[in-house]
């Protein structure tokens, strides 16, 4: 797959968890957490920006030399969107509560980390470094998660899951 196509793509990934997040947001906008939720939304909002600035980069690339195939499949692609899509049905299930919530953000991230991590490894120029150092502060925002889930009573159900995530993001990144 040609590289703009997977980065725009993959874009459009960070596009939906930025509604994602919306949507919990608004539906915990009340609560103890919602500066919290807020706060996960913001993050997928700068993610979205990376990734802007990543097809700009990518896209200043294309008349200075050649452009590399990502080996992305469209079929994960599709799969991937289908797996977003239910999740962003059961966030605005009804009756869905909080510790839910937090569970179901948590599936989120379960598949953002592994999809990030693929696509900085081919992401063109100054590209790879950015997502990295996103990818670094991803700390902050499992962190936040780990605040709501506290707040929901959820944290000892999910510690195992948030600490799986973070090994996985410390062992690629730093
Ligand atoms: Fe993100
Ligand atoms: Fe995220």
Redesign the pocket.
Known sequence: MEIMTALEAFRGF?RR?IDFYRILAERFGDGKSARLWRECMN??AS?HAIFMLCLDWAHMWRWTGPKPDVPADPEDLAHEAEGLTALEAEAARPGLTEGDAVELALRWEER?LPR?LFIAGHAPGRGKGQLLAMLKEAEEHYKDLEEVARIAGAADALRPRFEALRARLREAVV
């Open positions: 960070e968890g993050t997928e993610h953002e990030v």
